[in-house]
């Protein structure tokens, strides 16, 4: 059976070509590279596949060196990627910051923040660092928030900007709005022409992203749709610190900066970076980060054994599990069965 699907590799990278890839002179299709030539231990992957075919699993894309280990499912669907938003937005901010448009020190008052109800002097102290880690103290209602969201939110003024850690909407959303002001265009759109389009994504357009409103907040959260070929580009491109065959796109510093532990969190052992997760490095390795949204949604980088790998879950009902765990074992086994 492991042989069969080895063989397919080929076939599968050489469809990971879409339409729009013709019309993008960057576009190209992934590499492929049989497992058990490179070393890998095909029993890991066998009993791979049997399990995200059990669980249903949309896509599951394994890359290493910027090639194509293996690829289950369809690569191809377009995703609702759910809060790997924030860490698309995080590649975004790097050039901003880089340029001066958008200060770390700045507040919410200097930026002309604000929200109804409105914010407290205290509040509109945070600072854009203190968004970006998700520690701004600003417990406002806010767009696309789940369940969990909502009941876990602090008080408001309970905690001063930058010195509490808790999974906030609020920052991630008012990280959009502060990033359309002063880029002058809307998320989707500079990451079409920012990342996209520069490393070559087969499947992307602006038209893929939508924002996503709510009576809570004036600031709307950005709803991404990928898939997962893309999603791993998106990967590859900060596994190679902001470089694109050798082009640079997303500035090094600020890729190192926001893969970096900034905030500890209440997720033992993760920690919190510039709207990613940091994944230990006595598990891991070095650099190693993680993009995470709901319902499985994952992108792992993983700097020790040059991996990109990517799982998209499209059917998230059913009984409450936790994807997280359940995708980090999974990292651990493939660290173990990889060169």
Not at 235 to 261: E, N
Not at 312 to 326: Q, S, Y
């Amino acid at each position: 059976m492991i042989k069969t699907r080895i063989r397919k590799l080929a076939f599968i990278a050489g469809l990971l070509v879409s339409p729009m890839a013709s019309q993008n002179a960057a576009a190209q299709a992934w590499t492929s590279q049989e497992p058990q030539p490179s070393g890998w231990r095909s029993d890991t992957l066998r009993a791979l596949a049997t399990e995200l075919h059990n669980e249903a699993v949309t896509a599951f894309l394994i890359v290493q060196h910027g090639g194509i280990v293996a690829a289950w499912g369809d690569t191809s669907r377009k995703v609702n990627v759910a809060s790997i938003r924030k860490s698309l937005l995080s590649a975004l901010y790097g050039r901003l910051i880089a340029g001066g448009q958008i200060r770390l020190t700045q507040t919410l008052a200097e930026l002309g923040i604000d929200d109804e109800p409105a914010l407290t002097v205290a509040e509109q102290r945070a600072t854009v660092r203190d968004l970006l880690m998700s520690r701004s103290g600003v417990y406002h209602a806010a767009a696309y928030e789940t369940g969990d969201m909502r009941r876990k939110r602090p008080l408001r003024v309970s905690h001063a900007p930058g010195t509490f850690w808790y999974y906030n909407n609020w920052d991630f959303n008012v990280l959009g709005s502060i990033y359309r002001k002063a880029a002058g265009e809307t998320i989707f759109d500079g990451f079409a022409k920012r990342i996209a389009v520069p490393i070559g994504m087969e499947d992307f357009a602006a038209s893929d992203g939508r924002y996503v409103g709510a009576p809570t907040s004036r600031h709307p959260a950005y709803r991404f749709d990928l898939t997962a070929r893309d999603l791993a580009r998106f990967g590859q491109l900060i596994l190679d610190g902001g470089r694109w065959k050798g082009r640079p796109i997303v500035p090094a510093s600020w890729v190192k900066d926001s893969t970096s532990l900034q905030a500890n969190t209440d997720h033992n052992p993760l920690g919190y970076g510039y709207l990613w997760w940091i994944l230990p490095a006595d598990r891991f390795g070095a650099g190693a980060a993680l993009a995470s949204g709901y319902g499985g949604q994952k992108l792992a980088i993983v700097p020790a054994k040059h991996l990109v790998v990517v799982q998209l879950v499209e059917k998230r009902d059913g009984p409450h599990r936790d994807r997280t765990a359940e995708f980090l074992d999974r990292l651990s086994r493939l660290m173990a069965a990889a060169p």
